[in-house]
């Protein structure tokens, strides 16, 4: 099993940048696929991005495409999300989640473990 510990959200003006981190603890970091999710009141549970446990190799949602950045450090445990160019729309809780497999897949139900959540909310 793995524990993942987000933080770094805030309030933050349109335009403007955070970078959220999720650190693990537990079984080894670099032997699961890492990615990012968000869900805003009332909305489901949605991806954002996603990095390979195996070649690095990464996904993103159409929506942050070029202003969303996903890394991780596997000697340090942790997984980044470097958010440029926030828009009001990106507000939401965003959530670290961890899976076995290799793929950076978008389907939330392929992830078996899941942080706690960190809030981003982005004023217009």
């Known amino acids: 099993q793995v524990q993942l510990v987000e933080s770094g959200g805030g309030l933050v003006q349109a335009g403007g940048s955070l970078r959220l981190s999720c650190v693990a603890s537990g079984r080894t970091f670099s032997s699961y696929t890492m990615g990012w999710f968000r869900q805003a009141p009332g909305k489901e549970r949605e991806f954002v991005s996603a990095?390979?446990?195996?070649?690095?190799?990464?996904n993103y949602a159409d929506s942050v495409k070029g202003r969303f950045t996903i890394s991780r450090d596997n000697a340090k445990n942790t997984l980044y999300l470097q958010m440029n160019s926030l828009k009001s729309e990106d507000t939401a809780v965003y959530y670290c989640?961890?899976?076995?497999?290799?793929?950076?897949?978008?389907?939330?139900?392929?992830?078996?473990?899941w942080g706690q959540g960190t809030q981003v909310t982005v004023s217009s």
């Open positions: 990095v390979s446990r195996t070649d690095g190799s990464t």
């Open positions: 989640a961890a899976r076995s497999g290799g793929s950076p897949t978008y389907i939330v139900g392929s992830y078996a473990y």
